[in-house]
């Protein structure tokens, strides 16, 4: 039976083409629902790009000075200023700036909080659907205003690497309240995945650690205080505010933009005299490696967002599908993987590539842990005679990870570098 379509593809860049590709299927209990193809997709196209309902950049990845348009993510410095900072030369100058995508003198600033968009489209957005409640003004570096004391609270309960966002619940309650069809949106929100309520608790525990219900009785009373709104009152209910948690932990989407990941893009499209692209190659090949020195792995602005149809994907650790952020911005495209027969259903993977080649065993306890199911894919079936043993690699691996980890970093979703 095929799930209501009406609003399932409003989001859509091109909902006609979208509904036509695709449709939302009712599977079991166990599985719920899935995304299955309507017609013959071939490997390499494009199934649908997505815009979320609601969106936001993660709390350490702006402080720590990523600087993205606050509606769309779309990374705001140039190439050139992304380089410098990340590789910690300020002298350091790009080939090729007619590449960079990035335009300064489009940029705009809320005039009340001073707050960052890529464009004055981009702002009248935010404006129109979330900012007029969020916006704090003069207030906006005050740390005794009820909304940054909730982002100080969620910085001090959620570290780097970064998966959630207590933002991204304060958008959904900001939309509604700003929407002229208030129970429109409450019904798009209420189509993402729900949780049993160990399974809310086991989310919650993952996002925020040992301490977590302590942690998250702090965040409801000040999610409360911040943002407490009547026809939302369900949502503001201790137990409403951890499935809203849970579904923010479950189905947020990982985005993420670059500038300068955008610029190699241009320049490997680049024709060139052999010896100007073996130069131009090494130039870039030392920036990454100095980049990889100065500042790690962080090279994105990161974010997380609720993408409806996406959102219907199921996992399969052989995925036909995947997402990828190619205009530097929230636009989800989903592209086909292989070729995927009308009535199959369009899976992507919540591993990234390298868990994928690992055993059976280690890929079940990776998303038992995480994603709370146990797969039944394909390559699980096929692999259910294997011993439930984990490979000494994979074990070592794994004990690296323990050592080093901070709380919530195994909920995180895989981001596609754009």
């Given amino acids: 039976m095929?799930?209501?379509v009406d609003d399932m593809f409003s989001l859509c860049v091109d909902a006609g083409k979208a509904a036509s590709s695709v449709e939302i299927r009712f599977i079991d209990n166990l599985k719920g629902k899935g995304l299955f193809a309507k017609r013959s997709i071939k490997k390499g196209d494009a199934i649908f790009t997505e815009r979320p309902l609601v969106s936001a950049q993660f709390l350490w990845n702006s402080l720590y000075k990523y600087r993205a348009c606050d509606y769309c993510l779309r990374a705001l410095e140039t190439a050139e200023e992304n380089a410098r900072r990340l590789s910690g030369n300020p002298a350091l100058i790009l080939p090729h700036p007619e590449l960079c995508g990035v335009r300064p003198e489009l940029h705009q600033a809320c005039p009340q909080c001073q707050?960052?968009?890529?464009s004055?489209?981009?702002r009248q957005a935010a404006a129109d659907q979330y900012h007029r409640v969020l916006c704090l003004g003069p207030s906006e570096e005050d740390p005794d205003h009820p909304i940054n004391k909730l982002k100080d609270a969620w910085r001090s309960m959620h570290y780097p690497p970064e998966s959630s966002s207590i933002m991204l619940m304060a958008r959904m309650v900001a939309v509604v309240k700003q929407a002229k069809d208030k129970a429109?949106?409450?019904?798009l929100f209420s189509r993402f995945c729900s949780r049993t309520a160990n399974e809310e608790e086991e989310i919650a525990h993952k996002l925020l650690g040992e301490q977590f219900r302590g942690q998250l009785t702090l965040l409801h009373s000040l999610f409360s205080t911040a943002l407490y709104d009547d026809h939302l009152n369900q949502w503001f209910l201790p137990e409403g505010f951890r499935s809203l948690f849970?579904?923010?932990g479950t189905n947020g989407q990982g985005i993420g933009t670059s500038s300068l990941s955008q610029w190699?893009?241009?320049?490997d499209a680049l024709e060139l005299p052999a010896q100007q692209r073996e130069h131009l190659d090494s130039f870039i090949d030392q920036l990454y490696k100095d980049i990889e020195k100065e500042t790690g792995d962080f090279l994105n602005c990161e974010g997380s967002g609720l993408y409806l149809l996406q959102s219907s994907c199921n996992h399969s650790c052989t995925p036909n599908a995947e997402a990828s952020f190619p205009e530097n911005n929230f636009l989800l495209h989903l592209c086909a993987l292989s070729d995927i027969n009308p009535g199959e259903e369009i899976c992507i993977s919540y591993l990234d590539c390298c868990q994928r080649?690992?055993?059976?065993?280690s890929r079940h306890k990776i998303l038992r842990e995480n994603y709370l199911f146990a797969c039944a894919c394909v390559k699980c079936e096929s692999q259910r005679d294997e011993l439930d043993v984990t490979s000494e690699?994979?074990?070592e691996e794994e004990g690296g990870e323990a050592e080093g980890e901070t709380e919530g970093d195994e909920m995180e979703e895989e981001m596609t570098d754009v």
């Fill in 357 to 361: 080649d690992r055993s059976r065993h």
């Fill in 120 to 122: 004055s489209e981009c």
């Fill in 264 to 267: 190699v893009h241009a320049c």
């Fill in 184 to 187: 429109r949106w409450q019904k």
């Fill in 246 to 248: 849970a579904l923010v």
């Fill in 393 to 395: 690699d994979e074990e």
């Fill in 115 to 118: 707050v960052m968009y890529c």
């Fill in 2 to 4: 095929a799930a209501p």
